[in-house]
Every structure is written in structure tokens, then in C-alpha cells.
């Protein structure tokens, strides 16, 4: 594969009336997932002390800031999301002082940090729910979570018919102090992760003042864990469909449980804190939502910052369908002022090299291996494609190494909650998950000196960072020319538009200021009229007189 760069020309941003201005409208975010990125003290699993030594990495990578998943104590029953004090840190992953010199390190390098926030549930081990429980019925504390009796003769039945995202009931008996069976509590993920009362004002000023502990920390912003999810429908009514409900599936709008218009509320709490804080502190959702409209209401002038686009990373590697959900995109963010995001894989999804792999449809997760070079020359033009349009975008962990998911762990390996449960989520989720690599060789290419907590390919060093460095037809390298153009290129990064030109059938074509990005999407060879002069492409292109001839499967970028 060949890629070119060259010197970017000058131009203009195109920005929409009332824009937002910020560092987080047109910032590339790069996701860290602690347990895989580097470990520091050869116990197999990363921790904040790698993540340090490491950030110099992404400083030449070009990234302009770290999002962290959670490194909360916790008793790791989900991997983190499943938090037991917000305020500390867990010991697997170090302490707060190293918490501190990783922001204060990330700083010096004018990279920012993201944490993640967790507010639609705790772990089952945080001392309020360890209290509510022991205290049994009639606890203050039980009203801070969603307790309830059961419904039959006996209290023997949950109280209503909601399942949990990862399988079964959303519901768990307790058994009361004196041995006898007890309320019913709510926990939309696992028995492990009860859900909050948001209803409660206690829970709202316990978040505010972890908001607060994280800021006067230094970090950058949070990122919101099922910030769709915090506020239940009134009674907690019956769904009453059949179906198991899929978080990373589609839905109609009208759970009880997700999208509820009360958590614009306590956004808006949020935001006021957030301005208090000089350079630019900020929020970003995770909301899965039925519609990139009713995501917008998200990031309205007095809420968060960002959003993410699932329905962009939920579309598959076609061209209509990638131009229709661009389009929809850029339009519904447009009178809110808030920079579309754009994003291709991160730690709950099969990684977009995988997922591109084979047919249109497989979804966001798959067991599916398909055919791994087709795959990664869609991921590579994806990537150029995604780089190219108008506000933030977020790179998962090894994504810009071009890694594949690992669809063939052992059983015994695998650690997602939901792989245990039926009839949740598909459960593979550890497949992205895999410790990358850094060298070539090593127990652990090059993530620690004492192996990984999850197993790794034996093919792995060939796509390590030491490999990829410094060959120009490796993926790494076209990131880091990618963002390079991205930073220094005036025509690229924020703005709210992009200009469609006319183009074959399957072949994106769109105009920034002085840049044009061509997409082929088909898997035959098109040829377009030449348009200024090739900047980057993540395939080989022939320049030919007036004509290009466009390999499938690539993008092209151009100065013009």
C-alpha cells in the first residue's frame, strides 16, 4: 500500500451561524482502556502507571487528547463500570498520586485527559447499597436505588418485566437480615450494578460533588456512561413487548428506562459546574438514542459538550448509506452548535477491521473473522474517510495499528459479564479487548513483563508499534500522516458542512475548503476526474493526466 503526503495548502473552516468555539469541536480523542493499553508493574494487567510511560506515544501520534475507562475501585464484576468509590482509585490500576502524575504528565505533553463517569448505577459493593442492604426494609439508604417489593402471593415475582442488557431480569430478590426473602432491587446491566434513584437529591449532590473531586483534580472532562439511562418513566411501567432489549441494538423511542427527557436536567446541573472551571472542562454522552435528532437534545447550548454517533459507527461500509448518515449527522447538530462526532470501534464493539471484514449487516458485533486483508484495507479507508469530515473524532486503542478483533479466545478466557448470561448482549466483547502489541517479540509483545490478562494472537507482533514505525504502507503510519494533515490543513477539523460533488454509484465524493476526500466503497476500480494534487490515500491511486484511477475500497485525499 502506498501513501503520500505532502504540504497542506491554506484555506478556510467552514463554520455554521452561532458555532461553538472550543478545543473539543474539532479534537481527535484517542480511548484508552486501561487493562490493555501497557502495564507498568508486570502483574499482566495495564494500569495508569503504563499509561504514563505511554503517553509520549500518543503525543507523536497526533492525538489531541486521552479518554480513560474506568480505574475506579471497583470489584471488577464488568470490568470497571461496576464502581465502588468514585473518589479512589483501584489498587489494580494504581493510586491517586499515580492518577496525578498521569494528568500532570499528559499536560506537559499539551495532551488533555478524559475519565469516564459512571451515574446510572454503582457496584452492588458501594457502601450506600452494602448499607441499604443490611439495614433491610425501611432503609433510607434503599432509597437512593430502585427497591421494590415483588409482585405474587409471595413477593416471589420481579416487579415488573424489564430484562437486563446483559441477559435475564432486570431484577434481583434480596434476602433480608433475618434470612427471609426480601425486596426486589433494579439493575438494568448486572445483578453486580444496581441502578440509581436519580430521584433521590442525595445521589444528585454526591455527583456533583465527584464532578467537582475529578476537576480539582485537572482532568479535561468526563465521559458519561448511559447518560441516556439515568432517569426511569414514572411507576417504573411494564414494557409489556417481547424481546430482549439490546444497549448496542436498535429501539423505538419509548423505553421506560432510556431517553427519558428528565436527564437534560441534571445535564444542565452539570454544565454550570463544568463553566465554572477555567480551559475548557467538558462532557461527553454516551447515549444511545433512536435517532441522531434526539442525541442532539444531548448537546443543546446548556448541556454537554459532545455526543457520540453510534448511528455512524452502527452503519456499515456502504456508500449510500455512510453519505445519508453523514448528512443526518451534520443536520441535527447543526442548530444545537455542537460538533458532530464520528467514530468507528471502541471497548463494547467488534472492531471496524473485523466488522468490515465480510457482509454488509453483521451488526456491531460479531464472531466472524471473515477475510482479514478485505477488512483492513475498508478499516484503513474508513479511517481517512472518518478523519475527513467535520468535527471530533475518537480512535479506540490499536485501532491505528489496524488490529482485527480476536474472535477465537478460548472459553475459559473470556471475562464479558454478559458471555455468561443468555440472551444479553452477544458477549464477545473481550475481543476488542486484547492487550495490543508494542514490540515485535516478548510474552506479552511489549504490553508487560508478566503476560496478559487475556491471551493474545500468536500474530500479533507483526502489527506491533515498533513493527508499523517507520513503514510507510503500515497503518500506523497513515494515522499519524492523517492526523498530521488533519492538525495543519485550515480546511479540515471543525466546522458543520461538507459539499457533495457528483460522483459513480457507491463512490463518495465531498469539498472542505481547499480539500477534496474521494471514498470508493465498491469492489471494483472507478476512475474520476483528477481534482488538485494527492495529498493521502490508503491504497495505491494512479494519477493519469486529468483522471485517478481509484482502487476499491479506499480514500483519497486531495489539495485544492
Not at 104 to 125: C, F, G, K, Q, T
Not at 181 to 200: I, K, R, S, T, V
Not at 474 to 502: I, M, N
Request: aromatic share 10%.
Amino acid at each position: 500500500m502506498t501513501q503520500h503526503l505532502a504540504a497542506p495548502l491554506t484555506g478556510t473552516s467552514d463554520d455554521a451561524p452561532g458555532h461553538r468555539h472550543g478545543w473539543w469541536q474539532d479534537a481527535v480523542i484517542y480511548q484508552v482502556y486501561p487493562r490493555s493499553f501497557a502495564d507498568g508493574n508486570g502483574d499482566g494487567m495495564g494500569d495508569l502507571d503504563g499509561v504514563r510511560r505511554r503517553l509520549p506515544y500518543l503525543r507523536e501520534l497526533g492525538v489531541d487528547a486521552v479518554w480513560l475507562s474506568p480505574f475506579y475501585a471497583s470489584p471488577q464484576a464488568d470490568a470497571g463500570y461496576d464502581v465502588s468509590d468514585y473518589r479512589a482509585i483501584d489498587p489494580m490500576f494504581g493510586t491517586l498520586l499515580d492518577a496525578d502524575a498521569l494528568i500532570r504528565d499528559a499536560h506537559e505533553l499539551d495532551l488533555r485527559v478524559i475519565v469516564d463517569l459512571v451515574p446510572n448505577h454503582s457496584s452492588a459493593e458501594h457502601d450506600w447499597f452494602r448499607r441499604a442492604l443490611r439495614e433491610g426494609p425501611g432503609s433510607a439508604l434503599r432509597e437512593r436505588y430502585h427497591f421494590r417489593p415483588g409482585k405474587g402471593a409471595h413477593g416471589e415475582l420481579p416487579p415488573n418485566d424489564w430484562e437486563s442488557i446483559f441477559g435475564g431480569p432486570a431484577w434481583t430478590r434480596t434476602t433480608d437480615p433475618d434470612g427471609t426473602p426480601g425486596e426486589w432491587y433494579l439493575h438494568l446491566f448486572a445483578p453486580e450494578q444496581p441502578d440509581f434513584n436519580w430521584d433521590h437529591p442525595a445521589v444528585a449532590d454526591e455527583f456533583r460533588s465527584i464532578l467537582r473531586f475529578w476537576l480539582d483534580m485537572g482532568v479535561d472532562g468526563f465521559r458519561v456512561d448511559v447518560a441516556h439511562g439515568l432517569v426511569k418513566a414514572d411507576g417504573l411501567p411494564d414494557i409489556g413487548g417481547a424481546g430482549q432489549l439490546r444497549l448496542l441494538g436498535s429501539s423505538d423511542g419509548g423505553m421506560p428506562f432510556f431517553d427519558q427527557d428528565g436527564v437534560h436536567e441534571i445535564y444542565r446541573q452539570w454544565r454550570r459546574i463544568l463553566d465554572e472551571y477555567p480551559g475548557d472542562r467538558i462532557a461527553v454522552a454516551e447515549a444511545w438514542t433512536p435517532t441522531v435528532e434526539r442525541t442532539a437534545n444531548y448537546v443543546r447550548p446548556d448541556e454537554l459538550h459532545q455526543a457520540f454517533n453510534f448511528q455512524y459507527l452502527s452503519t456499515s461500509w456502504d456508500g449510500p448509506a455512510l453519505r445519508e448518515v453523514i448528512d443526518v449527522s451534520l443536520a441535527a447538530m447543526r442548530p444545537v452548535g455542537a460538533p458532530t462526532t464520528w467514530v468507528l470501534s471502541n471497548h463494547d464493539v467488534t472492531r471496524h477491521a473485523t466488522r468490515f471484514a465480510g457482509p454488509p449487516g453483521a451488526g456491531t458485533q460479531t464472531r466472524e473473522p471473515g477475510d482479514r486483508t478485505l477488512g483492513l484495507r475498508r478499516a484503513r479507508a474508513a479511517s481517512l474517510l472518518m478523519l475527513a469530515l467535520p468535527g471530533s473524532a475518537y480512535i479506540y486503542q490499536g485501532e491505528e495499528l489496524g488490529l482485527p478483533d480476536v474472535t477465537d479466545l478460548p472459553d475459559e478466557a473470556r471475562q464479558d459479564p454478559s458471555y455468561f448470561r443468555a440472551d444479553g448482549q452477544d458477549g464477545f466483547r473481550d475481543g476488542c479487548r486484547v492487550p495490543i502489541p508494542w514490540t515485535r517479540e516478548g510474552s506479552s509483545y511489549g504490553f508487560g513483563t508478566g503476560g496478559s490478562w487475556l491471551p493474545q494472537p500468536e500474530g500479533w507482533g507483526p502489527l506491533s508499534i515498533e513493527a508499523q514505525t517507520g513503514d510507510p504502507g503500515s497503518t500506523l503510519e497513515l494515522y499519524r500522516a492523517a492526523l498530521t494533515v488533519r492538525k495543519e490543513h485550515p480546511g479540515l477539523g471543525g466546522g458543520a458542512s461538507v459539499e457533495w460533488l457528483d460522483a459513480p454509484e457507491g463512490v463518495l465524493v465531498f469539498a472542505r475548503p481547499g480539500f477534496l476526500c474521494t471514498v470508493n466503497t465498491t469492489d471494483t476500480a472507478v476512475r474520476i476526474p483528477v481534482r488538485g494534487t494527492l495529498l493521502l490515500s490508503s491504497g495505491p491511486v494512479t494519477v493519469d493526466g486529468p483522471e485517478a484511477e481509484l482502487p476499491p475500497d479506499t480514500t483519497a485525499w486531495w489539495a485544492v
